[in-house]
């Protein structure tokens, strides 16, 4: 009542166009409210953001707007569509809103970068192609052949960011004393494309996937271990290569060679542990278990939970290609993050996600965080293989 | 005024910096093996085109001299909202200075017919000397305007509002059109390819001229026109950052460190901020 | 080829075109001479300089004191300030009667403005943004040091059969002349004839600012998590360096550093010729504000910092400790360099 300021137009043309790209997705809505609760966004701002808004206008075919939560807040963390009684896909819809602004250029600053960086670098953070290798110095890993088991696809984040590159490190000595064969794809490793399809450019997203799927099937990639649980997701959910091209997130791997008894036993000194499960892996894959199974396969490691954990799991803010635009440090999910890891007790906030480990590594030193540090499953596992291996300094951790 | 606005945007397609050698034989340059990508200032010039037509409509030609690799380029361009390209190519061309390279450029934007704007990028990240865009203007006889930041057309006549870089601050300039206008690097975001117009942009039109289909004087082009020839070349320090640690006790560090920082003050220039 | 407009047989002197801005040489003129009078004692010929603005006449004895044996004064009020026409117009005139053998200008941007627009009109070749110049040991020709492909590649350029050889030289690379005020040299008065039809661009405004902002700075010191909210050091040695102070997210996060500031992925892209990076880790989302820099120079107390990969040199300190010893041997580098200066 009151809340709109003066009578709606309805433009019948566009609203053909959000229902059409929706797939109607936002007619089932009874306008519940109940996605504008449980939105994170919440947590850090005196008041939601109106999530229930945004699917009404949705429903009238208008692009948000007066008062509706702004499409571009969303981490695609799927809360609320995890508690949507109808089972509304909402971030699909905002994905969608998302997809109709690019054809209006009417996006956040920054994001048109991010696609020219994909475009002419082959990685959203705009480093040099020809960088791409460099995380694997001195490691002698093989080409990608037909001899091998595994394809290890480092991604971007892992292949370009110094912290990453450690994660990266630790799979293949991993890997190496599982006795796994593997390859890799050097520098000619191609993007994922999964920049691409959080900020919703999915028309430029078919080109990346019809070019990478070629890729995959002209090597014969069939297990495609990745580092990030966002180019697993992306592969699965968006790639049609072939029957055998089967991507899976590392953590799954881990626990397969765990369970198959093919890692020699891994012992750390004591370490409590929480862990943080990535959007990517848990909500939207039911992935909660395998994680939680590796890491609990390290002796010397006591695993706590936090509140909020598996379905209940706070996202950590960098999804959505919020990884590429601002946020004020107080608005930041990571900040409640890592507060409610502290309250476990725990020395190392544990997570399997490249976005959720900066998240909540910046989230440590905004809150000024000095007990506790962020570290990735590999991490701690690689850890676990000392002295089998050569010692990875404990403590050294950022 | 009836007449729609047509602005002509020169392309250049570049090596990527960190991937361009110095064959150690031939001590010339091996950009054989680096990848390419549009001068990153162009696209800035470009995005500043596509803005212009989107608040006072016409149409944007592309320009670009060199060899048919930079077809798939033009298209990039044309994507992005440009609705013609055109690219002078021919052996003739080859071994250009700007002497000769805005020489040519000039010919190609009179061959192209009327026009009310050139935009070119600042300078180009190989060459980098950004004298190209002056040089057009003088060929053409019309007036210029570089390091731009901003531009806009006061309503009613034919002129160019603009907001340009100078050393020691920003002028606001205005001039009459037709103008060759270079962009400053980084003044605004270019968009992205509208993927609609992809499908189009791919069979769309690129025009290629040799030396015969402009009105050229031989003497004026390529190698013949150059006024300047590069005497030698070679690898500068490694692109790759050093890494180099600094040793010593912290007073040998800090001095170290003063020695290298040293060549990059300007003793005058705390004195200029007076400006 | 199409020939310049006079033969190098015709050739001689080397002259320098002096910006000024508001009465005062601009830094890069002073450093002309300095450089242009050692490149005319070699080749045993005169330094000339031509000043060109409103009242610029005493700019003469300035450029004399500086090394210059005679100088051209061309004054008229539509030659202030700077715009293309004008001042084309006045050197072309100037160099066709004189007919230099070298004429170098100093590349800002309203040298390389004017540099480009009048190497079409004397039909001459025009060397960018040199670096270095030195004179080939049989010819007398100038060679013109550059640097392209983003600094990965140095070239040797010079100009043979036109003239005026001409180049622009890059601000801050040669040292400041040290003034001999009881220099004597010779001033001519240029006579200008100039009307307004001859001024197609038109100055509305001009702002000259103190502090060029983190994006278009050329020296950069940029702070992090290790400055623990003390940038006070930081803009010490900013200031006496004439460098712009930038920050990480984590400063502006804690309110140390205006967003303004911000260097990095959500914050801007800077390229200067130098960062000094003090008490930042290195996070990816940072570097990439740094990553076009000609030269980074980190410090960090943390031995495992990512920056250091980032860095063409670093030290593993503490800030606190490695700046007040850095600053003092700045300031006092300072000193003597401005000894010269009037």
């Known amino acids: ?398 | 005024m009836n007449r729609s606005l047509h602005t002509i945007v020169c392309l250049k397609v570049v090596p990527k910096p960190e991937e361009v050698r110095i064959d150690p034989e031939s001590l010339t340059l091996d950009r054989a093996h680096a990848r390419s990508e549009i001068n990153p200032s162009d696209m800035n010039a470009l995005e500043s085109a596509l803005a212009l037509k989107d608040r006072y409509g016409g149409t944007i030609s592309l320009l670009a001299m060199g060899p048919t690799l930079f077809e798939p380029f033009l298209r990039v361009a044309l994507a992005m909202g440009a609705d013609c390209a055109y690219l002078l190519s021919d052996r003739a061309f080859g071994g250009a200075d700007t002497l000769a390279t805005s020489y040519t450029l000039a010919a190609g934007i009179r061959k192209i017919g009327p026009f009310d704007l050139v935009l070119c990028g600042e300078e180009s990240s190989d060459g980098a000397t950004g004298q190209v865009p002056p040089g057009i203007a003088e060929w053409l006889g019309v007036t210029q305007v570089t390091y731009a930041t901003e531009l806009s057309l006061l309503s009613g006549r034919w002129w160019l509002r603009a907001r340009r870089d100078f050393s020691s601050g920003h002028e606001i300039v205005t001039t009459p059109l037709p103008a060759v206008v270079s962009l400053r690097s980084r003044c605004n975001e270019p968009r992205f390819m509208d993927m609609d117009r992809r499908a189009w942009a791919r069979t769309g039109s690129v025009t290629v001229w040799s030396a015969q289909d402009l009105d050229v004087d031989p003497e004026m082009i390529g190698l013949s026109g150059s006024a300047t020839v590069v005497a030698g070349t070679q690898e500068a320090s490694k692109r790759d950052r050093r890494r180099e640690a600094l040793k010593g006790s912290i007073d040998e560090r800090a001095h170290a460190l003063a020695e290298i920082i040293r060549p990059y003050i300007d003793g005058q220039r705390a004195a200029a901020q007076q400006f | ?342």
């Not at chain 1, 984040?157 to 912290?163: H, M, N, P, T, V």
């Not at chain 1, 990639?221 to 580092?227: D, G, H, L, P, Q």
């Open chain 1, 1 to 398: 009542m009151g809340e709109d300021d003066e009578p709606l137009t309805l433009d019948d043309a566009l609203w053909d166009r959000i229902v059409q790209i929706t797939s109607g997705a936002a007619a089932a809505c009874y306008q519940c409210g109940a996605c504008t609760a449980v939105c994170p966004w919440g947590l850090v701002r005196s008041e939601s953001i109106n999530v229930r808004k945004l699917m009404r206008r949705s429903q009238l075919g208008l692009q948000g707007g007066n008062g509706a939560a702004d499409p571009w807040l969303c981490t695609t963390c799927g809360y609320c569509k995890a508690l949507c009684p109808r089972g509304v896909d909402i971030p699909g819809v905002i994905h969608s809103l998302r997809r109709e602004a690019w054809r209006q250029n009417a996006v956040p600053k920054g994001l048109r970068s991010l696609l020219w960086d994909v475009h002419w670098d082959g990685n959203p953070w705009g480093q040099p192609p020809s960088q791409r290798f460099a995380w694997a110095r001195g490691l002698d890993l093989e080409t990608f052949g037909p001899n091998h088991d595994l394809l290890f696809y480092a991604g971007c984040s892992a292949s370009y960011d110094r912290r990453l590159q450690k994660v990266a490190r630790a799979l293949v000595a991993i890997l190496r004393a599982a006795g796994v064969r593997f390859g890799v794809l050097g520098e000619a490793e191609p993007c994922c494309g999964e920049g691409v399809l959080a900020v919703g450019n999915d028309e430029y997203l078919e080109e990346i996937v019809a070019a990478n799927t070629r890729l995959f099937r002209e090597i014969g990639a069939r297990k495609v271990m990745t580092v990030s649980p966002h180019c697993f997701d992306i592969f699965s959910s968006h790639y049609t290569v072939g029957e055998e091209f089967r991507p899976v997130h590392y953590t799954q791997f881990l626990a397969e060679l765990v369970s198959g008894g093919r890692l020699p036993p891994l012992a750390i000194d004591p370490l409590v542990v929480t862990y943080q499960d990535p959007c990517y892996l848990g909500r939207k894959h039911d992935i909660y278990e395998q994680p939680r199974s590796v890491l609990q396969a390290v002796d010397g490691l006591e695993l706590r939970e936090m509140d909020n954990n598996r379905e209940q799991g706070l996202c950590c803010g960098g999804g959505g290609g919020r990884m590429w635009m601002e946020t004020p440090a107080q608005e930041r999910f990571a900040l409640l993050r890592v507060k409610k890891a502290a309250a476990t007790g725990a020395q190392v906030l544990a997570t399997a996600c490249p976005a959720c480990l900066a998240c909540l590594d910046d989230g440590l030193k905004v809150a000024g965080e000095e007990s506790m540090r962020v570290m990735d499953i590999a991490e701690i596992v690689e850890m676990g293989l000392v002295p089998a291996l050569e010692p990875v300094a404990q403590g050294a951790m950022r």
């Open chain 3, 1 to 342: 080829m199409i020939p310049s407009h006079y033969s190098p047989e015709e050739a001689r002197g080397i002259w320098l075109y002096l910006e000024q801005e508001d009465g005062r040489l601009l830094p890069v003129a002073r450093e002309l001479l300095g450089k242009g009078r050692q490149l005319a004692d070699s080749l045993g010929v005169p330094l000339t300089g031509l000043v060109a603005g409103k009242s610029v006449a005493h700019l003469a004895a300035e450029a004399i004191a500086d090394g210059a044996d005679e100088v051209i004064v061309a004054e008229h009020p539509l030659l202030e300030p700077y715009t293309t026409d004008t001042h084309t117009k006045a050197v072309t005139e100037a160099v066709l009667g004189g007919k230099p053998d070298i004429l170098l200008i100093g590349a800002t941007t309203n040298g390389r403005d004017l540099a480009g627009r009048l190497a079409v009109r004397l039909r001459t070749g025009l060397t960018a943004d040199c670096t270095d110049m030195t004179l080939d040991p049989g010819t007398g020709l100038l060679l013109g040091q550059v640097v392209g492909f983003g600094g990965g590649v140095v070239a040797s350029i010079k100009c043979e059969r036109h003239r005026p050889q001409m180049a622009t030289v890059r601000p801050g690379v040669f040292p400041l002349p040290v003034a001999s005020p009881s220099r004597r040299g010779g001033v001519k008065q240029l006579p200008v004839t100039l009307s307004e039809q001859d001024l197609r661009i038109k100055v509305l405004e001009r702002e000259s600012r103190r502090g060029a902002g983190i994006t278009s700075a050329e020296l950069l010191v940029i702070g992090g998590r290790g400055t623990r909210g003390d940038f006070s050091l930081l803009r010490q040695l900013a200031d006496a360096l004439g460098a712009e102070v930038g920050a990480t997210r984590v400063a502006v996060d804690n309110g140390w550093a205006d967003h303004e500031q911000q260097v990095g992925q959500t914050g801007f892209i800077t390229r200067p010729k130098l960062a000094i990076v003090l008490g930042a880790s290195g996070a990816l989302q940072f570097t990439v504000g740094i990553a076009d820099a000609e030269t980074v120079v980190a410090v960090n107390a943390d031995e495992e910092a990512p920056v250091f990969e980032a860095a063409d040199y670093y030290s593993v300190d503490d800030l606190f400790q490695l700046l007040p010893p850095l600053i003092r041997e700045i300031q006092s580098n300072r000193g003597k360099a401005l000894v010269g200066q009037r």
